[in-house]
Nanobody, 111 residues
Framework: QVQLVESGGGLVQAGGSLRLSCVAS????????MAWHRQAPGKEREMVAS???????RYVDSVKGRFTISRDNAKDTVYLQMDSLKPEDTAVYYC?????WGQGTQVTVSS
């Protein structure tokens, strides 16, 4: 079955960095578009970043220039490097492939 397992969340001060990882299994990873979504308390989920099989990337405006999505097809892993973090980045971050979602990892940015 499909599994998406995130890791790397935590508590960080504003201006700090975190790198999220998502290991996928049960999918043809190298041909799939992968994405990171997030949900902050009291807010709807939003797509943060996506990366296609040919490494084309997209970002929500609020993270452009601060977040970088990448993938390692040899490891079936997608990453989200988050720099210059802000308190408004606090959310549960989910790894997503089509209809499949990971369990989420909490990112908390303190001011």
């Amino acid at each position: 079955q499909v599994q998406l397992v995130e890791s790397g969340g935590g508590l960080v001060q504003a201006g700090g960095s975190l790198r999220l990882s998502c290991v996928a299994s049960g999918i043809a990873f190298k041909i799939r578009t992968m994405a990171w979504h997030r949900q902050a308390p009291g807010k709807e989920r939003e797509m943060v970043a996506s990366i296609t099989s040919t490494d084309n990337t997209r970002y929500v405006d609020s993270v452009k220039g601060r977040f970088t999505i990448s993938r390692d097809n040899a490891k079936d892993t997608v990453y989200l490097q988050m720099d210059s973090l802000k308190p408004e980045d606090t959310a549960v971050y989910y790894c997503v492939n089509r209809v499949y979602w990971g369990q989420g990892t909490q990112v908390t940015v303190s001011s």
